[in-house]
């Protein structure tokens, strides 16, 4: 299968220095759903701008859907939808008008238009609403509006800059289903930035993770998963700035057999193990021998979390993504 995107040694350095991205190189299948994981900072979004032809890069080569960067942009803008973090709509416009009012700006007229414009609100569910002023439109509902706005013209590439930030759980699911459906059904390849750890676990065919403007991991989500080969053990300390109590404790959880590797954390300390559950009754002994009780400990089984603290040493913050990745024993 082909490369609908192709990204070779990118490298975006800003004005006053900042080196946003350092030499990034990934390619996207046609058909695939492409995800770009990573922290607030990491380099995503001005990834997406490149691609998306809104700001140009300082060196590199990229193609998109068979066309150079460099050279041919306004036939790049005619086979893509760009979906972005802030929801673009006019709020005193209907749902319907809204969408007449992107036709057109895509050159469309007539019958092709006002088919499309039922079609997509069919499609994003929002018939009942396509008299009412988006205005009135909950988050979601705006959201999804703004989905059918970037399709109204059927682009064959979609670009989503987080587009789920902010939403509420259900909100959040209703749009995976409609992405999940656009790439499935419609063939439409799919590039999605995203902070959110169950959000690319759960879309994404295959992954690459950046930090600090570099690609540190890339994959499918299973194999990324599959890599790190052992369970998590995370304890959350009493004081995490005590570097006696952290020395203390990763030098217990070292000496506790099936613990492979210990690694520091903002407010802990994590270990890795073959198998979780076998060990982590040792673990509590060892701790309890040495009079050292941890505010909570929690196991999991290793996710994309755990792929990101191998690479880099540190997690994606869980309160940043809105989710748990396991639930805690509390000591």
């Given at each position: ?12 350095v800003?004005?006053?220095?900042t ?30 701008k ?106 064959k ?6 587009p ?10 209703s ?35 950046i ?11 299973a ?33 506790v ?8 954390l ?23 021998r ?27 913050r869980?309160e940043?993504l ?10």
């Amino acid at each position: 299968m082909s490369d609908i995107i192709s990204v070779e040694n990118l490298v975006k350095v800003y004005a006053d220095g900042t080196k946003a991205l350092d030499g990034i190189s990934f390619n996207v299948e046609e058909g695939g759903f492409f995800g770009f994981l990573g922290p607030n900072g990491a380099g995503k979004s001005t990834t997406i701008k490149i691609l998306t032809t809104l700001l140009r890069k300082t060196s590199g080569n990229v193609s998109v859907a068979g066309f150079n960067l460099d050279k041919s942009t306004q036939e790049i803008r005619k086979v893509i939808g760009v979906l972005s973090q802030e929801t673009i709509i006019d709020v005193d416009l209907t749902g319907k008008e809204n969408l007449r009012l992107q036709g057109r700006l895509e050159q469309m007229r007539g019958s092709a238009l006002e088919n499309r414009v039922e079609e997509l609100l069919k499609m994003v569910e929002l018939q009942e609403f396509a008299n009412k002023p988006a205005g009135r439109y909950s988050g979601g509902m705006k959201k999804r509006l703004d989905l059918a706005s970037a399709l109204i013209h059927q682009p064959k590439l979609l670009f989503l800059d987080e587009p789920t930030t902010g939403l509420d759980p259900q909100s959040r699911t209703s749009i995976w289903e409609h992405l999940e459906e656009l790439n499935r059904k419609d063939g439409i390849s799919i590039f999605l930035t995203t902070q959110y750890l169950e959000e690319a676990d759960k879309l994404c065919r295959q992954l690459s993770i950046i930090d600090h403007g570099k690609i540190i991991a890339e994959g499918s989500p299973a194999d990324l998963k599959k890599a790190i080969g052992h369970d998590t053990i995370t304890l959350s300390l009493k004081d995490p700035q005590d570097s006696n109590l952290r020395t203390a404790t990763k030098k217990i959880l070292q000496q506790v057999p099936g613990v492979s590797d210990v690694t520091d954390l903002n407010d802990g300390v994590v270990a890795h193990a073959e198998n979780a559950g076998e060990v982590i009754a040792d673990i509590i002994a060892a701790l309890d021998r040495n009079n050292l009780r941890p505010l909570s400990l929690s196991m999991a089984a290793p996710t994309l979390d755990d792929v990101f603290l191998h690479h880099t040493g540190r997690r994606i913050r869980a309160e940043e993504l809105g989710q748990k990745t396991s639930e805690p024993f509390l000591m």
